[in-house]
């Protein structure tokens, strides 16, 4: 049990006493939030400085490739899926993945980035080349050792097995790892799994880009998994549709969404795989606009439409029946490039949404 803070003595002035506590006035706050750069991100709208965040998708899924990217995007100070970031060191503690395949996987991720080799910010651990005596509890003295900026826990339950059992287990594990946060300054990610699908009709849930908070009702474990985190972030497939985009092949398979605590649903973003020559995964890159309506009669309609129009304009201009125009407009709000105001159509630029 940690030992007790001295109360000060009250003849002491309140605004020292108030300092002693941790306690701000709201100028005092903002003062506090500009030192500590906390209006800041390591990655812009997804992980915020100082953070504990949860990221959550199917198994096999490709979870720990795209958190890779993301970790070598941060130590290297490059866009992330478009995102800007903040540069940083981070340290990535994989407890699934073998040492070769995490070698191989970083070599080819920091080649797809335009690296010329991997960032020297990039810190790899991994559980089977641990030290034997290694427990959870060494990850705290680790993170003060190496002061990394942003912590990957992959997965979670590999690290703390009881915080899927109770949500009182799961509470305490968060509160662990806040207190590391607040010693360290560090943001920490952990990566969980959904639980098996019930196969039941009427047990569906929407889809992620739809309704987030209902989506993430299919994680595996007690609640305050999700509910303890600052920041939500689901992974979904997408219709593994492939295609060739300027010369390159782009296997289109993710949804990334979510919600933060505070500041509300993280913008839908959607991920092509990128292969190489030889059909071999080598990285993820964000898909916008037309693109995603995967066919050229429709994008080229698209770009036709006007930034505001009605269902006859659309009709007219896609050349297509009644029904086959409702078709594609649905279409189009369904990948987030459209959306329909009363009778009025709109027209979203995606490609804007990172900032």
């Excluded at 958190?67 to 995102?83: D, E, N, R, S, T």
């Excluded at 503690?93 to 980035?113: A, K, M, P, Q």
Aim: glycine content about 10%; aromatic content about 8%; hydrophobic content about 35%.
């Amino acid at each position: 049990m940690s030992t007790p803070i001295t109360t000060p003595d009250i003849g002491i002035p309140l605004a020292e006493r108030m300092r002693h506590w941790g306690i701000y006035t709201p100028g005092e706050l903002r003062s506090r939030c500009k030192e500590l750069d906390s209006s800041t991100a390591l990655i812009a709208r997804l992980i915020p400085h100082q953070s504990l965040g949860i990221v959550v998708g199917d198994s096999g899924l490709g979870k720990s490739p795209l958190l890779y990217q993301a970790a070598i995007c941060v130590a290297a100070g490059i866009p992330f899926l478009g995102y800007p970031v903040s540069r940083g060191r981070v340290l990535y503690l994989d407890f699934e993945n073998g040492l070769g395949d995490v070698d191989n996987l970083t070599t080819r991720l920091s080649g797809h980035l335009g690296l010329d080799q991997r960032p020297e910010n990039l810190l790899l651990w991994n559980y089977n080349d641990a030290p034997l005596a290694w427990t959870p509890e060494d990850l705290a003295g680790m993170i003060r050792d190496v002061r990394p900026t942003w912590v990957i826990i992959d997965p979670l339950t590999a690290y703390a097995p009881a915080i899927e059992e109770k949500s009182s287990h799961a509470t305490t594990i968060y509160q662990e790892l806040r207190t590391i946060m607040r010693e360290c300054g560090v943001s920490i990610t952990g990566v969980h799994h959904l639980r098996k699908p019930s196969g039941k009709p009427e047990e569906a849930l929407p889809p992620l880009e739809d309704d987030p908070h209902r989506w993430f009702l299919q994680a595996r474990g007690a609640r305050a998994l999700i509910n303890g985190g600052d920041v939500r972030i689901g992974l979904d497939r997408l219709g593994r549709t492939r295609r060739e985009i300027n010369g390159n092949i782009r296997d289109v398979a993710l949804v990334l969404g979510g919600f933060g605590r505070v500041r509300g649903n993280i913008a839908t973003t959607y991920i092509a795989r990128v292969l190489d020559d030889d059909g071999e995964p080598a990285g993820y890159e964000p898909m916008s606009g037309a693109g995603l309506l995967f066919n050229s009669d429709q994008e080229q309609a698209y770009q036709r439409l006007p930034a505001a129009f009605r269902f006859k304009d659309a009709q007219r201009i896609y050349d297509r029946g009644p029904q086959a125009t409702i078709d594609f407009l649905k279409k189009c709000i369904s990948v987030s490039i459209m959306r329909k105001d009363g009778m009025e159509y709109r027209k979203l630029e995606v490609a804007e949404q990172p900032d």
